[in-house]
């Protein structure tokens, strides 16, 4: 690889035209940004390097790259994705790797943990729980500033627990005592909604993006056994197979959960599977170990050449930010 041609990877989730009232609490948003952020980073990558696609991966990995590269990818398959991300991406002639859980898409509806904070904001109980089996969660809440702090423990439970955030069902949650009743505003946009597969097949037909997979049930994979993480590749292949007439040949793990076990079965079906460390990609890289990625936060303002050039210094500025938010 010449000098002065990295690849970078950025990893994106959703967007938003405007962050609502009830997102101004650290916790929500961080994997939501709004469309003005997301084509100022757009318009950063294209006046700083080389927009690639997937075929192009392969040059900056073997040394034979020229020019510093970014690969954009996107992880769920959200609606926001084609509604606002693909208008942007055509704008400026580039395309992202969307990393589809299949699962989810099937499903047609947002996890029920996504609408968590927008209904808390609505309702404010005074206490929050959830129950499965033998897992009980408590937590007090009782004002708005709380959110946050309840949302996160709630997320730290479950993944302690190894239980699922995303396959927790509404009537799961306990709010002051009774089951959670669903807001009546209909007019509400679910950040976390999937794309269907008709919007995406005509997404991949314009060139605007390509797929790859992120598993069927979004579980991490380091959870997992030999046969399930069989399972949640080859079903997942099948679905996109099925929907779209492709194989894909690229995965990202989701919640970034990994271990040897994992490696070992996404590399039995995928050339190229992709992690969240925030690191640039080495020319030669263990590809056994997987492809790093930047997450793109949220901040206000994003800052992709701080986030990717000096990854240390972004995450005190975020640290220090969030701070500051906490005790608003």
């Known amino acids: 690889m010449q000098p002065n041609s990295d690849l970078t990877v950025l990893m994106f989730h959703g967007l938003r035209r405007e962050i609502p009232e009830y997102a101004k609490y650290r916790g929500y948003s961080s994997y939501i940004i709004q469309d003005r952020d997301f084509e ?3 318009s ?26 970014i690969l954009i990818t996107f992880d769920d398959g959200l609606r926001s994705v084609i509604d606002i991300g693909c208008p942007i991406l055509n704008h400026y002639n580039v395309s992202a790797l969307v ?11 947002e996890p029920s943990i996504f609408g ?9 109980p005074l206490k929050i729980g959830f129950r499965r089996g033998d897992f009980d969660f408590e937590a007090k809440l009782g004002s708005l500033s709380a959110i946050p702090k309840v949302i996160d423990a709630l997320w730290r439970f479950c993944f302690k627990n190894q239980i699922s955030p995303l396959s927790i069902r509404q009537e799961e949650f306990i709010f002051d005592g009774q089951n959670w009743q669903a807001s009546l505003d209909v007019n509400v946009v679910q950040d976390w909604e999937p794309a269907n597969w008709r919007e995406i097949q005509k997404a991949v037909k314009t060139g605007t993006i390509e797929i790859g997979l992120h598993g069927v049930s979004h579980t991490p994979w380091a959870w997992m056994t030999e046969e399930q993480l069989e399972n949640e590749a080859s079903e997942s292949i099948s679905r996109v197979s099925q929907e779209i007439g492709i194989i894909p ?10 271990n040897e076990l994992s490696f070992k079965s996404a590399r039995k079906y995928f050339d190229l599977c992709f992690t969240s460390e925030a ?25 992709i050449n701080l986030e990717i050039n000096y990854p240390k210094i972004a995450r005190f500025r975020r640290a220090l930010i969030n701070s500051i938010k906490s005790r608003a």
Do not use: M
């Open 249 to 258: 040949t690229s995965f990202s793990f989701p919640h970034g959960s990994t």
């Open 44 to 69: 950063w990558c294209h006046n700083n390097a080389k927009v690639i696609s997937l075929g192009d991966v392969q040059k900056y990995l073997d040394g034979e790259a020229t020019e510093p590269g």
């Open 99 to 109: 990393f589809l859980t299949t699962g989810w898409i099937d499903n047609g509806i």
């Open 40 to 42: 100022k980073c757009i």
């Open 116 to 124: 968590l904070e927008r209904q808390l904001w609505h309702t404010c």
């Open 279 to 303: 690191q640039k990609v080495k020319s030669r890289i263990d590809l056994n170990k997987g492809i790093p990625r930047f997450n793109v936060f949220s901040d206000n303002p994003v800052n």
